[in-house]
């Protein structure tokens, strides 16, 4: 009896311990804080070393249960073993790596004292060297074509270039009105007396400009006032200053005035820059009447247009490595737009420029040494590809496929060195030729610890919906799935709208596999309005947000059903931002659902337009505004709260309550409205959460919100 007895306990600790093995190689919740996250990289003058940053999550060194996210500039080699090592160590992180043009020292920013630095480290050894103590936070570092000087950046605030004397050496005030009622000219700036509540008018000007000053109030008179995570009653500008490479030299300003100024970079002489600023606007700068390519003298400081169109945005220019060309792109600030890639001589510019037709998003555009080519990347059928575009023939070619995500590009003599996300890895970087042949991978930072993970392979399938328009969709079955079994499958849908998921897409890489791990199907589509389908196709949902869209990600859902593996009595859906509203609107028009949740969402079109910083996406795509009397029942029929009586499927509702890009307002009205109602809603907010809470932001609350999500889905799947 003894005998069995033991065997039985045997038996069962066996068993526990496998379950136990089997459970540790799936993907967990926390495998979250061993995603290495590999960003900007830039290749060595030679080629040969390629420096990147790596950002980390780490316990935090003061808070217990705590983490920090920590960036590190790590250098590789290109040629024979990649070898990467570690090059910046300090609490305070390292990003925005430049290389000299010797390529003996390496650029890079990091904060001192609650702002952003310029330092140098030479790869000969040593300390880095900190080359700015600047008053301001500065960004984008890059060596003057001789290494001896740095160009970067920064962000001056109204009421510093009011009084910075270098910036505004005449302590002039903006030509554009401030359009403060009742105050002409921006006669308000002159004021100087001393502040006195009980003095005269002007003395109590004074003093109620002091309480501006110490934060007792915002006054706003500016259109775009809503930032991220707070309102700000100031203008930013964006500068441009010039500093020896030498420990303690005294930046230069470039450029002046009250206006911002961007992508700036050298010609090949240095002797000039290239800038896109709005300086010609009379208007405010919130109105976005457009922005113009200039070029900037760098021996007398001149400004001279050579882009500029009114209600339209000339951005990204890039000059070719002799000068001669001169990329960027263009497009209608109004409205539903892809940029075009053109191309300008700058030896002719009254010549017609050159257009690569290419009906999709471009980044990190990048010319090649012999200007013969154009290398890119573009968010394309669920993947994130990077293309080859011929000059003289317009004719692009694909050189990586859709199912990989490129980032951090980065073009040499003879290589390409790019970061890849796939589905087996979320990050990794590699190196090739120029045709993208000859892979090699540089890194192993998450390779090593998934290797002994199991992980669920999304299949591809296409939909027609009732307009013949073909929807792309992604099943991704329950980990260990068996065919003998049912299971609960998830509908998740991307925001934007113009997002676009697929198996390049390194946001919703851990979560997918995280449900599929934990039993779940997991179904995503591309529907109408996403990108990466051309503007067409990005144009499909204007003035409807709700049912066309939500044909197009239930036929997804169905294509998975017809399986036949799917428990149909547990199915769920979920979704942020744009996602968010959809899936409130979903609800409300269909019961199929157990659970749904909604992240950071939009669910009064009116109000979001008062209420979001991303107000303009009311009039780009409902074709006015809440007063138009044509437009208001738009809205309204658009609205899902206006269909919250509908709604008695279990609701989890998120928002950050830090979150201006949509605004608390939104889900405080769904969830009031659902609790009047009596219906099963949870209502979840996260103290100084912002609209980036689930991609960047504080780490407990990220793992909260999937668990919480995974916990609410599981209450109404319990058969």
């Not at 809603?681 to 609209?691: A, D, F, K, S, W």
Request: no cysteine; glycine share 8%; aromatic share 12%.
């Amino acid at each position: 009896m003894k005998l069995k007895t033991s065997f039985f306990l045997f038996f069962i600790a066996f068993a526990q311990f496998v379950i136990a093995q089997s459970k540790s190689n799936l993907i967990q919740v926390t495998d979250m804080l061993q995603i290495k996250q590999i960003g900007a990289t830039t290749l060595s003058p030679d080629g040969k070393l390629v420096a990147f940053t790596v950002n980390s999550i780490l316990n935090d060194d003061e808070i217990k249960d705590e983490y920090q996210y920590r960036s590190q500039i790590y250098l590789a080699n290109t040629e024979g073993e990649p070898n990467p090592r570690q090059l910046t160590t300090a609490i305070a992180g390292a990003s925005q790596p430049a290389w000299s043009p010797d390529g003996k020292s390496i650029s890079f920013v990091r904060a001192v004292k609650g702002r952003t630095q310029i330092f140098v480290l030479s790869l000969n050894g040593g300390e880095p060297l900190q080359i700015t103590d600047f008053k301001y936070a500065v960004s984008s570092p890059k060596w003057s074509p001789d290494g001896q000087k740095i160009l970067f950046s920064a962000a001056i605030s109204f009421s510093e270039l009011l009084k910075d004397s270098l910036l505004n050496p005449e302590f002039t005030k903006p030509v554009w009105p401030l359009e403060k009622p009742g105050f002409m000219n921006n006669a308000q700036l002159k004021n100087a007396q001393k502040a006195n509540p009980n003095g005269n008018l002007d003395q109590i000007r004074a003093y109620l400009s002091k309480n501006e000053v110490d934060k007792k109030a915002k006054v706003f008179t500016r259109l775009n006032f809503q930032g991220e995570a707070a309102t700000n009653p100031e203008f930013s500008f964006n500068h441009y200053f010039m500093v020896d490479a030498v420990v303690k030299a005294t930046p230069k300003p470039l450029t002046h005035g009250f206006y911002s100024f961007s992508n700036a970079d050298f010609f090949k002489d240095g002797k000039t820059l290239i800038i896109t600023s709005t300086i010609d606007s009379l208007q405010l700068l919130d109105r976005n009447d457009g922005s113009e390519i200039y070029t900037l003298s760098l021996l007398n400081g001149v400004l001279t247009k050579i882009l500029s169109q009114p209600k339209t945005d000339f951005n990204s220019p890039v000059v070719s490595p002799s000068g001669k060309f001169l990329a960027y792109q263009v497009s209608p600030v109004d409205g539903i737009n892809i940029p075009q890639l053109a191309i300008l001589n700058l030896q002719n510019p009254s010549a017609q420029p050159i257009i690569i037709p290419f009906d999709r998003n471009k980044s990190q555009v990048t010319w090649s040494f012999d200007e013969r080519y154009l290398y890119f990347t573009s968010p394309s059928n669920g993947g994130t590809p990077v293309y080859k575009a011929n000059i003289k023939t317009q004719n692009v070619v694909q050189l990586s496929d859709f199912t990989a995500g490129i980032s951090g590009l980065s073009v040499g003599k003879d290589k390409l060195v790019y970061v890849k996300t796939e589905v087996a890895n979320p990050y990794e970087l590699y190196v090739s030729d120029l045709s993208n042949k000859d892979i090699k991978a540089l890194s192993t930072f998450n390779s090593s610890w998934l290797s002994n993970k199991t992980l669920s392979y999304p299949e591809k399938k296409i939909y027609t919906n009732s307009k013949g328009v073909k929807v792309e969709y992604w099943i991704i079955k329950p980990t260990n799935f068996s065919p003998d079994k049912k299971y609960p499958i998830m509908l998740q849908i991307h925001g934007g709208p113009t997002a676009m998921w697929g198996p390049g897409e390194a946001s919703m890489w851990h979560e997918f596999q995280f449900f599929a791990a934990n039993g779940y199907g997991v179904v995503y589509a591309n529907p109408r309005g996403s990108g990466g389908y051309g503007q067409d196709f990005l144009r499909e949902n204007y003035q409807d947000w709700g049912t066309g869209p939500t044909e197009d990600v239930l036929g997804a859902l169905d294509g998975a059903i017809s399986q036949g593996w799917v428990d149909t009595k547990k199915q769920v859906v979920t979704g942020g931002s744009y996602a968010g509203y959809l899936t409130a609107w979903i609800i409300a028009h269909d019961k199929r659902f157990s659970a749904a949740s909604a992240q950071r969402g939009v669910y009064d079109l009116p109000t979001f337009f008062g209420e979001g910083n991303a107000w303009r996406l009311v009039p780009n795509y409902f074709g006015g505004y809440p007063w138009d009397d044509k437009i208001e029942p738009i809205l309204k029929r658009e609205s899902p709260f206006n269909y919250v009586d509908k709604i008695t499927t279990p609701f989890l509702i998120f928002h950050g309550e830090s979150d201006l890009r949509t605004g608390v307002i939104q889900s405080e009205m769904m969830y009031k409205a659902l609790k009047v109602l009596n219906r099963p809603v949870e209502y979840v907010r996260h103290p100084g959460g912002t609209h980036e809470l689930s991609r960047s932001g504080n780490v407990r609350q990220r793992l909260d919100q999937m668990l919480r999500i995974y916990e609410f889905f599981e209450r109404y799947n319990v058969k």
